[in-house]
């Protein structure tokens, strides 16, 4: 910190005469902010004046560059800075003190900074490129931008993350702590891959831009992970990279603005591991989609996926469940997902849901459309039941099964309920194209029982039924 003199002469005009006082005997300390480089020539203490160039010591508003001496510095009291950058061979200990930047961080590939128990607080810019961040104190990041890794550096970063700020990406980065973000700005923030997460890790979009992990190649969760959209985006776990995103512990999603949380949704895939599941957290899901595409669970952990009306689920293509799946939501599309489980799937909404096909259904599975919208499968391509499957329409509106496909077979028994109360309430089958068909292996037990003023229960003509 340099000082700046500064004097002051006053002029007063006293009953037409003037009357001069000169203040030259006080000063004033005006903070200009000085750039101070680490020399280590008296050894690793930071707070002697001769260990920096120029000779002084950082104050609130100075900049600090250290990069590779024989002597390290260390921290030897709580401190506050302007900024601080570690270059190629720095090595900084904290000595658990804390220490606070009031503008940015940068740290480059081959930079070390111990921690100890003392926090580093970040209200600048945060840019780890590379390097290892050790100890058990907090890295706070609250400024504009936050970069985790770079092409030439993958950061090893050992403590507790906890960051706040409009930007933030992440690459090639490993935590071996717990990580906690808010994404808050309007920009789409799309990052790289490559990271792995150690720890437990919660992400948090509270703004208007996307928050997108591996939009090139994979990341690995190895705790638990939390997304929580409630800002006006959209979070894009697992965007690219069909060799998979891993996800090792269980996966927490919650939505209350925005479009939701949708895995896969570029060319990318996911796998959760066995002993995991998926599930709604505490904020629940009330708005936006929640989309599984190309989604992979490798165990047999019942999944439960009940979303608000508002709301809708998605699941497939190339998506395997294989735990007993219950789902409800306001939006409800099959679009190729094979369940190895028994299924319980409703939709509770008011909009007109298509579903494309290619379903397999393994275990025992009842789909309701209780909503005021129709529901509609096989639109494209043909569902397979392999178990005994039930149908009921206790909607306003209508329930297509095997709408324009070819070769929809139910293996099991099949028990069909029209049981609508209100409105136009009709269950069709193979209502469009002209090859549309639909074969039934086990018994057909068939109630069209509502009080809806229309509830027709209606084979299409000139298709193709077969009831073996």
Known sequence: ???????????????GGIFIYSNFGTSEDAKAATTYTWNGSLGSEWGLAGNWTPSGLPGSSDIVIIGSTTNAPALSDVTSIASLTLNNGANLSMNGNSLTLSGNFTMNTGATINLLTGGLTVNGNCTVNGGTI???????ASGTTTVFGSSTGSPLVHVPVVA?????????????????????????????????????????????????????????????????NTGNGIIYPAYNDVSGTQFNGNIIV???NGSGIQFGNGTGSATLAAGKTISIGAGGFTKGTLLLKRFTQSG???????????????LGPSTTLVGNVIGSSGVLQLNGCTFRGTSELT????????????????GNSTITNSGTGYFLMGNT??????????????????????????????????IIQNTGTSGTCNFYFCESGASSSIQFDGTVSILNGGTASNGVMRFRQQRKYNFS
């Open 300 to 314: 047999s952990e019942s999944i439960n996926l009940s979303l608000n009306s508002t709301s809708a689920l998605v």
């Open 381 to 414: 391509s043909a569902d397979t039941w392999n178990s005994d499957a039930t149908f009921i329409n206790s909607s306003s509106s209508h329930f297509y099964l095997a709408y324009n496909s070819n070769g929809n077979r139910i293996k099991g028994n099949t």
């Open 347 to 362: 939709k509770t909404g008011s909009s007109n849901d298509q579903s494309t096909g290619s379903n397999i259904f393994n």
């Open 134 to 140: 050790s100890g058990t104190g907090t890295l706070t």
């Open 1 to 15: 910190m340099r000082t700046v003199i500064v004097s002051a002469l006053f002029f007063f005009v006293i009953a």
């Open 164 to 228: 706040n700020t409009n930007s933030i990406t992440f690459r090639s980065t490993t935590f071996n702590s717990s990580v906690t973000v808010s994404k808050t700005g309007n920009g789409n923030d799309n990052s790289y891959g490559v990271n792995t997460f150690n720890g437990n890790a919660t992400f948090t979009n509270t703004g208007s831009g996307n928050f997108l992990f591996a939009n090139t190649t994979k990341d690995i969760f190895n705790a638990d992970v939390s997304f929580s």
């Open 254 to 256: 919650s939505s209350t």
